[in-house]
């Protein structure tokens, strides 16, 4: 009864921060890598960043030098802190992870249920 549950969107002015939050419940043995990813309205679902186990990160480069990406393997959790945000950056984000559950030992992308940050000018 894997589940990724989100928290941290809202409405912020251009330049703000907002950080995004997305914990893992459930009968899980391991988690892989961990990512954000977001869609914005008539758009593809783009990768915003992701981070391995071992802590590499990936970003897109729309994004780079102004989002960063963390983890907690003790609290089963991904962070995304977002700074110097822009209108363009207003999407669903949406949290995803490779875990592997108990109750099948297979490792499977789950995806988090998307929370929306909306950017005004």
């Known amino acids: 009864q894997v589940q990724l549950v989100e928290s941290g969107g809202g409405w912020v002015q251009a330049g703000g921060s907002l950080r995004l939050s997305c914990a893992a419940s459930?009968?899980?043995?391991?988690?892989?890598?961990m990512g954000w990813y977001r869609q914005a309205p008539g758009k593809q679902r783009e990768l915003v960043a992701t981070?391995?186990?071992?802590?590499?990160?990936n970003y897109a480069d729309s994004v780079k030098g102004r989002f960063t990406i963390s983890r907690d393997n003790a609290k089963k959790r991904v962070d995304l802190q977002m700074n110097s945000l822009k209108p363009e950056d207003t999407a669903v984000y949406y949290c995803?992870?490779?875990?592997?559950?108990?109750?099948?030992?297979?490792?499977?992308?789950?995806w988090g249920q998307g929370t929306q940050v909306t950017v005004s000018s």
């Open positions: 981070i391995t186990g071992g802590g590499n990160t």
């Open positions: 995803n992870s490779r875990i592997l559950a108990v109750a099948t030992m297979f490792s499977e992308d789950y």
């Open positions: 459930g009968s899980i043995f391991s988690i892989g890598t």
